[in-house]
């Protein structure tokens, strides 16, 4: 199929990761300018950003679409850098997005590949993030993942017991934690919610509301840049639907999104606030589940320090899936090129 003349033509390979998409952007896309991956983020976000909605948004996309832009490493040692996409911009981290990144570029062949582990750094806006993949060699001899892992940036708990009147809802009682992104963690129960499919629409009201809340009247701060000082979502905590799991959260982020796995950086922020109360130790393994059911194993790898505040570094672990290769057209005489949204 030949484009129309003048066409940007872009080549995406789509993943899930326990459920959450991932379209990642492997070539056609302009490459965002910068010497560190927060300046490219900044100038995608600035001149870049009809591409985002091109492909995040309706009618190559949907409201809950997430995607990765593959960029240069920042860094020597790095193998390459990432850009998160979403419905509302770009974010700072994303596990679930790691995680597939990794699949992908182990068996797209962004990476040397090693047996029965191939070691993958990726620089994100939230710093370095090393993940490992198990790979298996299939019948032709071509690799295959089976899952993968990932030590993320250093996480920590940025308030406990917090209180914050929220319109609609009285006044919430939250905790605020960083695990590459901040989030505001609210125990379902304390709003009489369920963490099920068909409860969606009341976790996006009240997901909504609370983030905005939170954000106006405390915002996060991050102590090294402020570019990630902001709260990225709500993330609602409750029981597991299997008692041999530790529990089950759900985060709504960005614009409403619904994340479908349990939240990479999610459950990263939530070992830290565990640790912080004394409830979670180095070597810890829990097992945490999503709004759909799927899982990610997240234990604490090491104590550390970050910014001179006592962390941890978050080991998370899933599967990721590939979905999908396609060729999408923004023809320039498309009155929808750029995207747009019913909600």
């Avoid at 198990?134 to 308030?159: H, K, L, T």
């Amino acid at each position: 199929m030949t484009a129309p003349d003048g066409a940007l033509v872009i080549h995406c390979v789509d993943a899930h990761t326990e459920g959450e998409p991932l379209r990642v952007i492997l070539g056609g896309f302009p490459e965002p300018a910068g010497s560190t991956v927060l300046e490219r983020r900044r100038y995608a976000r600035t001149h870049l950003d009809h591409l985002r909605t091109a492909l995040m948004w309706e009618p190559r996309g949907h409201a809950d679409m997430y995607g990765c832009i593959v960029i240069p490493a920042e860094r020597p040692e790095s193998d390459f850098g990432v850009l998160f996409t979403h419905n509302a911009g770009y974010s700072t981290m994303c596990g679930h997005g790691v995680l597939a990144m990794a699949r992908v570029a182990v068996e797209a062949g962004l990476v040397p590949v090693r047996y029965p582990e191939t070691h993958i750094t990726m620089d994100t806006p939230a710093g370095p993030v090393h993940a490992t993949a198990r790979v298996r060699a299939r019948p032709d001899g071509s690799p295959g993942v089976e899952s993968v892992r990932f030590r993320n940036v250093p996480s920590w708990s940025a308030g406990l017991e917090l209180k914050v009147p929220v319109a609609g809802l009285g006044t919430i009682r939250y905790d605020l934690a960083f695990g590459g992104a901040f989030y505001a963690y609210v125990d379902a129960g304390d709003l009489g919610l369920d963490l099920v499919p068909s409860s969606v629409d009341a976790l996006i009201r009240a997901g909504r509301a609370i983030k905005e809340a939170v954000q106006a009247e405390s915002p996060p701060d991050h102590p090294g840049d402020r570019d990630l000082s902001f709260l990225y979502g709500t993330i609602f905590t409750g029981p597991p639907s299997d008692p041999g799991h530790h529990s089950r959260q759900v985060c709504v982020f960005a614009d409403g999104e619904v994340d479908r796995s349990p939240t990479g950086t999610g459950v990263s922020g939530r070992v830290a606030l565990l640790h912080a109360r004394g409830l979670l130790r180095v070597g810890d393994t829990l097992t945490i589940e999503s709004i759909i059911g799927s899982r990610f194993q997240v234990r604490i790898a090491e104590e550390t320090e970050a910014f001179g505040r006592s962390a941890v570094v978050p080991e998370v672990e899933g599967r990721a899936y590939l979905t999908g290769e396609s060729r999408f057209i923004l023809d320039p005489s498309d009155p929808f090129r750029d995207g747009f949204l019913v909600r």
